[in-house]
């Protein structure tokens, strides 16, 4: 049924192949873009993006869970 649907899943598993593309070539404006859909980071969103620079956090994001960007070396 449409009230069981997790829109949250859902829209994380659209959306991560670009997250990921956008990360790999750190495409900020993009990363911001997305985020502006979501209230919190979630544990795993840029693991291991070794490229990951930098982003911008829209005022959007009320949380960043712990482990959101767990093996980011830059």
């Known amino acids: 049924t449409l009230s069981s649907f997790n829109f949250l899943k859902f829209h994380t598993f659209i959306y991560r192949p670009i ?10 404006e993009v990363i911001y873009y997305l985020l502006l859909k979501e209230q919190k980071i979630a544990d795993s969103c840029f693991k291991k993006y070794e490229t ?9 994001i009320t949380s960043i869970e712990p482990s959101a960007f767990h093996e980011c070396t830059k």
Request: glycine share 0%; hydrophobic share 30%.
């Open 19 to 28: 997250f990921r593309r956008a990360a790999k070539n750190n495409e900020t």
């Open 52 to 60: 990951l620079r930098e982003i911008s956090i829209p005022s959007s």
